[in-house]
């Protein structure tokens, strides 16, 4: 019989759904012990110290990264494991040709003789966690049990986790079950479960990420999803950003981008000293749950409490705020190591790796010091442009909704939706060109609809569908906007600087949006004309700012037809009203 801790809240008040479903998975299981996690400070401290006592945490050096820890994760348990993650439904149409998917009565089966006896000589930890402020009616709750101490810090780290989530439940007596185990670490046993009729989700044979930590993409974005079309809300890969204008105003935008398309420099975006009086704050770096307000606006909160940020590439110079806010309680996964116990990882300006990702001696033949998609997870407030308004109940109200991709042409730099459907067009047709290093191969085009290929957990048509429903119900709806900061040049050189020059793009938007700032029809949507922007101190020639802000019509003939074949696949469930949109493109730009 598995040993238990005190629970954190009296029998009394909690709720029976949650006991019964721990009881039936430690039967399944058979843990040594159970573990009801409180999300104290003083517990999370408890098991980071056990993991450094074991040996799978390693303490950096106390004073220049205190409170600093180093996981390293089996070699093959490094990222996302897409190939292996399931949307199980009934209907197959119904997890559409943008997901893989299972019968749920199969996956059921099989996970149950992969969980059987799992965690035999293992602690089973219940997390019960709330995506959101745990007072607030846009948030939503779940429950994770897992094997993994590792996890649950993470998760401790990630949501508002412990005693107010698991009294919400109780009032509630609704939540997201996420069962996980990181079994034999074997890829041939490893699947990422969902099952979103249920509000249920199960994995193992990982211990990494958004394999293990699910509350972060399997809830958040999969689950969330479909929770959000049956309720009327949207779950979305975006970013939420406030700017403050030189005179006070501060208006709040969603962004979403591929992955390697600069979302996490947006969300931390320092204004450059060119455009001094502007302020910029963090709400969220990655998921935006996105809400109708009773205002006729659509009003949004971030439903994490931390960041489980990509480091390589992270500087004073790239982004300030994420290499100040890593700099202490952070903890790391499969970065190098300095001889004096300093995290290293590609892109920084000083220091030298002696310990590669996975402990071994570093040597340039075997690859980067650290893994290319090494981690940070460190609590938001650690950011020092985070916004106070995270934990808001309301949320904030969205004023602008931006799609972004990497394209070397076709795509200028910025240009915004007609309207709400032809926005919808935009974001179904989002499309990211992959570089030399993740594929071998550059110019590939990727579509990545609202950057959700690997995260909606239902048919995209039926997606697209419900955010045209959403859009109909907003009498104040945000202005769509897509934005291209990799146009390059014939000689392959970038013809816009980016990073904190980015905000230029981003207070034309605002201008937009407040109707003060001019545009043109270019038949694919509105672009800002060159004196439209805010130059002053930029360095960037005339001809190619005129580049930056042109329409190819051949090119983007042929981009229409490549949108038109990839939104067909979807067969009777497309939305016809994105077909009539994109035909008008095609009107516009003419034969």
């Not at 799978?56 to 390293?72: A, I, S």
């Not at 846009?138 to 993470?154: F, H, M, P, Q």
């Not at 290093?437 to 909606?456: E, I, S």
């Not at 900061?485 to 904190?500: I, N, S």
Request: one cysteine or more; hydrophobic letters at 40%.
């Amino acid at each position: 019989m598995a040993t238990a801790s005190p629970l954190p809240i009296p029998m009394s008040q909690l709720s029976r759904a949650v006991t019964d479903w721990v009881d039936a998975v430690a039967q399944l299981t058979q843990p040594e012990s159970v573990h009801w996690c409180e999300g104290t400070r003083a517990e999370r401290e408890a098991l980071t110290s056990a993991l450094v006592r074991e040996g799978q945490l390693l303490k950096l050096d106390p004073k220049t990264y205190p409170d600093c820890h180093l996981y390293r994760s089996d070699p093959a348990d490094v990222a996302r494991v897409e190939h292996l993650t399931y949307i199980c439904t009934r209907s197959k149409d119904d997890a559409g040709p943008n997901n893989n998917w299972m019968e749920p009565q199969a996956a059921h089966a099989k996970m149950r003789e992969l969980f059987r006896g799992c965690m035999r000589g293992r602690t089973l930890y219940v997390i019960p966690y709330c995506m959101g402020p745990v007072d607030s009616p846009l948030a939503r709750c779940g429950v994770e049990i897992t094997d993994s101490a590792y996890v649950a810090i993470n998760m401790l780290i990630m949501t508002r986790a412990g005693r107010e989530a698991l009294e919400r439940i109780a009032r509630e007596d609704t939540f997201v079950r996420g069962l996980h185990s990181t079994g034999e670490l074997d890829p041939n046993r490893r699947f990422i479960m969902h099952f979103p009729e249920e509000l249920s989700i199960e994995s193992y044979g990982s211990g990494y990420g958004g394999n293990a930590l699910l509350g972060k993409k399997c809830h958040a974005l999969r689950v969330a999803s479909w929770q959000a079309r049956a309720e009327g809300w949207l779950a979305e890969h975006m970013l939420i950003v406030g700017l403050r204008d030189p005179r006070g105003a501060t208006h709040y935008v969603a962004a979403a981008f591929p992955s390697a398309c600069g979302k996490t420099n947006l969300a931390m975006l320092i204004p450059p000293d060119t455009l001094p009086g502007w302020e910029v704050f963090t709400v969220g770096d990655d998921i935006a749950w996105l809400h109708p307000g009773a205002d006729g606006r659509l009003w949004a909160i971030n439903p994490e409490a931390g960041y489980f940020g990509v480091v390589p590439g992270t500087n004073p110079q790239t982004n300030r705020n994420a290499y100040e806010m890593i700099r202490r309680d952070t903890l790391f996964t499969n970065v190098a190591l300095t001889a004096d116990h300093h995290p290293w990882w590609e892109g920084l300006p000083d220091g030298r790796p002696v310990t590669d990702w996975q402990g071994r001696p570093f040597d340039p033949a075997r690859g980067p010091a650290a893994h290319p998609n090494s981690r940070f997870t460190v609590a938001a407030t650690r950011n020092p442009a985070c916004s106070p308004l995270i934990d808001d109940p309301r949320g904030v109200p969205i004023s602008a909704i931006i799609f972004g991709g990497r394209r070397r042409e076709v795509a200028p730099l910025v240009y915004e939706a007609r309207d709400w459907a032809h926005g919808v067009l935009v974001g179904a047709s989002v499309a990211s060109e992959t570089t030399a290093a993740a594929v071998g191969q550059v110019g590939v085009v990727r579509r990545d609809p609202m950057a959700m290929q690997p995260f909606c957990g239902y048919n995209f048509g039926d997606y697209w569908r419900h955010w045209l429903a959403v859009g109909a119900r907003l009498s104040r709806p945000p202005r769509i906007f897509h934005v291209n900061w990799f146009r390059r040049d014939a000689e392959g050189k970038f013809l816009w600087p980016g990073f904190g020059e980015n905000l230029r793009v981003l207070a034309w938007m605002l201008e937009r949006c407040a109707g003060t700032a001019g545009a043109i029809d270019a038949g694919i949507g509105l672009l800002p004309r060159a004196e439209d922007l805010d130059t002053r101190g930029l360095k960037v020639e005339p001809q190619a700012l005129a580049t930056l802000l042109s329409v190819d019509a051949p090119l983007w003939r042929k981009e229409v037809s490549e949108v038109r074949a990839y939104l067909e696949q979807y067969g009777a469930r497309l939305p016809q009203q994105m077909l009539a949109e994109l035909s008008r493109t095609a009107a516009a730009l003419g034969d």
